[in-house]
């Protein structure tokens, strides 16, 4: 069975420009059967399962207008101080942002079995085990929780503290796979559509203390995980339609104040890429040709001195 499949990536405060890429995707009659999202991309993946409809994407976008200090937090140097000396797991409390996802998530639906069940569509969240080391899947069992699955995807260390759930500890799904196309792939994707929102932590220019050079290799290791899930699925001859995402250099990581301009942006950087190069939904015999040629190419590799 072919399964088309939408990823979307780890994005910060700036996960709007999914949603406004998205419509444009809505429009041109894309309809994925399985999405995948770690970090904001979670939050997304699970509210596009439970309404993927332009009405659905319209109520999305008002609660990324929505969200600001108040829902999120924002650290302080007070505030960071204080939690440091009294040694707190995170700057910033998650429970207001917990709250918040519970009021936008889907209602009277608390696992990812009700979510599946809504329009058919199979969500995955992506997480990272603090206690095993490993990557963890939400939706790979019936009765994860939904919000689960979002806030262990969303707790970003050291912002948010580790999500608990059952006795276990999750952090964001970005720790491991920024762009989690593996997952989608080991779910059953034939065909990937990717949204992968790139925000520079940091560039070689600006890579001058302690900050700079922190930044700079946090984007530097982002981009090699990324390269990474790509080459993996291409080797698996999966093919992948990537739309990229780029955040302005001048815009913070706390901005909160531009969601409609994220939006408006999303959508433009979707079209652009589509007029580039038109999305094109293969045949059942092509993507089983694109699966034997990577078996052949693999095969080739395998047996050279």
């Known amino acids: 069975m072919d399964v088309l499949a939408l990823v979307l990536s780890g994005a910060g405060n700036f996960g709007a420009m999914q949603v406004g890429a998205l419509e444009v995707l809505l429009e041109k009659g894309f309809h994925p059967q399985l999405v995948v999202g770690t970090s904001a991309g979670a939050l997304n993946a699970v509210s596009f399962a439970s309404d993927p409809t332009l009405e659905g994407l319209r109520r999305l976008s008002e609660s990324w207008c929505e969200i600001g200090e108040e829902q999120v937090g924002m650290p302080s140097l007070f505030r960071s101080i204080r939690r440091l000396i009294t040694r707190q797991d995170s700057l910033i409390d998650s429970q207001p942002l917990a709250e918040f996802f519970k009021q936008k998530l889907p209602q009277d639906?608390?696992?990812?079995?009700?979510?599946?069940?809504?329009?058919?569509?199979?969500?995955?969240t992506v997480a990272v085990s603090m206690d095993t080391g490993r990557l963890v899947v939400f939706g790979d069992r019936a009765e994860d929780g939904v919000l689960d699955g979002v806030m262990a995807s969303t707790a970003i260390p050291p912002y948010f503290p580790p999500w608990e759930v059952g006795g276990q500890r999750y952090l964001d799904g970005g720790v491991f796979s920024k762009l989690p196309l593996r997952a989608a792939i080991e779910r059953g994707a034939t065909q990937i559509v990717a949204l992968d929102i790139s925000y520079p932590l940091g560039t070689l220019e600006g890579a001058h203390g302690i900050i700079g050079i922190s930044g700079y290799a946090l984007s530097l290791m982002m981009e090699y995980l990324k390269e990474m899930e790509v080459e993996w699925v291409t080797a698996a001859g999966c093919p992948i339609y990537l739309i990229d995402l780029s955040v302005p250099d001048e815009m913070e990581f706390w901005d909160y104040e531009q969601p409609e301009f994220l939006l408006r942006r999303g959508r433009e950087l979707a079209?652009?890429?589509?007029?580039?190069?038109?999305?094109?939904?293969?045949?059942?015999?092509?993507?089983?040709?694109?699966?034997?040629?990577?078996?052949?190419?693999r095969s080739g590799v395998q047996d050279e001195p």
Do not use: C, N
């Not at 293969?282 to 190419?297: D, F, H, Q, S, T």
């Open 271 to 297: 079209q652009s890429r589509l007029d580039e190069e038109p999305l094109i939904i293969l045949p059942e015999w092509r993507l089983w040709l694109e699966r034997v040629a990577a078996k052949i190419r």
């Open 109 to 124: 639906v608390d696992t990812f079995g009700q979510l599946v069940g809504m329009h058919g569509i199979q969500a995955y």
